[in-house]
């Protein structure tokens, strides 16, 4: 099917011309072995779109049946104390996305008795949930016709109706493309298709994502403030009650280390700051500590 321009009018043979196309492509580039296809589990939907954000599949593959395993409930991990859950996502990067899934877990099983509230208002009420993984978990889990779009999806979109032009493409413009099309009866297999066949476009041509303005590359890791971040942080998970002092001494050793310059004092507390902040532990008379008990 040629592109379309921007024109996000969709004529009836178009239409069910792309959904016939998306359907064949979906099925020829299957990717049933997922564990997270096709069960009716809420919590195991919603952990692995969690996952999903900003993370290679093969990684979350590694990660999610461990997980899983763990905390295989909502109550589960509502109840799991915040150290053991950030010790069970390391490796995954944006360690913000573990608090949310915990505090997300504390307010279903306190508020919704231990299960996921189904609307898409309800959904993004929860920490960290927007309105891809609130359509993820309706469509996924609850099989509503909910509007889906993340990075393959609008891979599909813009590659069949926006020209090679078109650049800065808005989820506003893909949203009423995306509502024409999903299928009623069948939405959750219906975005696996556009899934699978999105993934293997973006192996196949040059990326047809990089258009939307969705699109940021990703920064690189090394070196980064995430990457300082994230040592102080399995530091901390790793030394209960270690002093900031310490945790200088130890940043400033890796940073020497990998040939960077090493941080002052100053920048060192602010980067434990933020953390404390966000809800990562608590310093007091400068002594880091996850609390065990939350």
Known sequence: MPNKGNNTALKAFEREAFISLVWEMGKAHARNDLPWRYIGDPYAVYVSEVMLQQTQVTRVLKFWPAWMKAFPTIDALAAASTADVLERWQGLGYNRRALSLKRSAEICAAE???????????LEALPGV???????????AYEKPAVYIETNVRAVFIHHFFAEGAEKVSDKQLYPLVEATCSREEPRAWYYALLDYGAHLKKSIPNPSRRAAAYSRQSAFE?????????????????P??????????????ERAAGREELDSASVLDLLKQLECEGFFTITDNICMIDPNY
């Not at 919704?112 to 309800?122: F, T, W």
């Not at 009650?241 to 890796?254: K, Q, R």
């Open 241 to 254: 009650g270690i002093s900031c002092a310490a945790l200088e001494d130890l940043l400033n050793t890796e």
């Open 223 to 239: 070196g980064s403030v995430r990457q300082k971040r994230s040592f102080l942080l399995r530091e901390v998970l790793a030394h």
């Open 112 to 122: 919704y008795a231990g299960s996921m509230p189904q609307s898409q208002q309800e």
């Open 130 to 140: 927007g309105p891809a993984t609130a359509a993820g978990i309706q469509a996924f």
